[in-house]
């Protein structure tokens, strides 16, 4: 039931004008956040804060994104600036991928990718005329005839022969290593770069030497990264202007009849002491240098007349210029 007489009269008007204050006040809090929001943004306090529409040539001026509120910002990425001019983003996603993934393998094959190794390791017994050989890799020279060396004579040179060519040439790694017995093991240190080994023959004074130069020729035969990676062995009989010389032939039969006997004592050790080597030839038959895993070749030469031109086509088979 309403309530009625003068007590409920006053009851009413007095919520009345409680209500009326009440929006007074909710009105005068509206006014002064509107009065705050015109004195930080200029903006008229009848009408929301607008901001001018965003065009392209907004997006590309540098001042642009100078006065222009972070959250406001909007700059073109590559594949809108594609998309505009119609290239659809499936066909731009798939051109993208596959340049990611060409790089990738691009990076990925010169990471694993080894160098090919441009070393050309010289030995042989002392006296054999490497170090003549070498300078004539070199300068074309003979020097006069050198002593025996005891320190490796080392280079990085194109050959004498091809400076003169035209187009690309690729230097050579050249490297004397002395044939003294106990310099010898200096081998070791250019083997792993090595792209081929001459094994220089002194043809003059052979026959007295066959039985030393077969046991130096059969220990590189035999050493584990020779086999492995299958080095080229070129025997270079060198001195054969002389005339009393020994033919290439010769020389190589009479290696392999040592190196066959040597097969067979080096057999009988036992195999605690030729751990580090690897048999030669194939059991029951007569040894030759064909039956070798890398390839082994015979050719001539002559250090003090530079008729070296059969030692040059071996060094440039396996040192491509």
């Not at 050493?223 to 054969?240: G, R």
Request: hydrophobic share 35%; net charge positive.
């Amino acid at each position: 039931m309403w309530a009625c007489g003068p007590r409920a009269n006053l009851i009413r008007v007095y919520k009345k004008r409680k209500r009326k204050r009440k929006e007074q006040s909710s009105e005068s809090e509206r006014e002064k956040g509107r009065s705050r929001r015109t004195r930080s943004t200029g903006d008229s306090p009848l009408t929301p804060p607008r901001r001018r529409p965003i065009e392209e040539d907004d997006r590309l001026n540098p001042t642009y994104a100078l006065s222009t509120p972070y959250q406001a910002r909007k700059y073109p990425s590559f594949v809108d600036s594609l998309t505009i001019k119609g290239i659809p983003q499936t066909q731009l996603y798939a051109a993208t991928g596959v340049v990611l993934l060409t790089i990738f393998f691009f990076l990925l094959v010169r990471l694993f990718k080894r160098t090919k190794p441009n070393t050309v390791v010289l030995t042989g017994l002392s006296g054999s005329g490497k170090t003549v050989i070498f300078y004539q890799l070199r300068d074309g020279s003979s020097h006069q005839g050198t002593v025996t060396s005891m320190e490796p004579n080392e280079g990085t040179f194109v050959l004498h022969s091809e400076i003169n060519k035209k187009g690309k040439t690729k230097p050579v790694h050249i490297v004397d290593v002395p044939g003294h017995s106990r310099l010898r093991p200096k081998l070791d240190e250019f083997l792993p770069q090595a792209a081929g080994i001459v094994f220089v023959v002194d043809a003059l004074e052979f026959l007295p030497n066959c039985r030393a130069a077969s046991e130096y020729l059969y220990d590189i035969l035999t050493k584990a990264i020779v086999v492995k990676k299958k080095i080229p062995v070129l025997i270079l009989c060198n001195k054969v202007d002389k005339v009393t010389a020994h033919t290439k032939e010769f020389i190589r039969k009479q290696l392999e009849k040592e190196i066959d006997k040597l097969r067979a004592s080096r057999t009988a050790v036992s195999e605690a002491d030729v751990s580090n080597e690897y048999s030669l030839g194939v059991p029951g038959e007569v040894f030759a240098f064909s039956q070798c895993q890398n390839k082994v070749t015979v050719a001539e030469a002559s250090g003090l007349t530079g008729e070296i031109s059969q030692l040059e086509q071996f060094v440039r088979e396996h040192v491509k210029a």
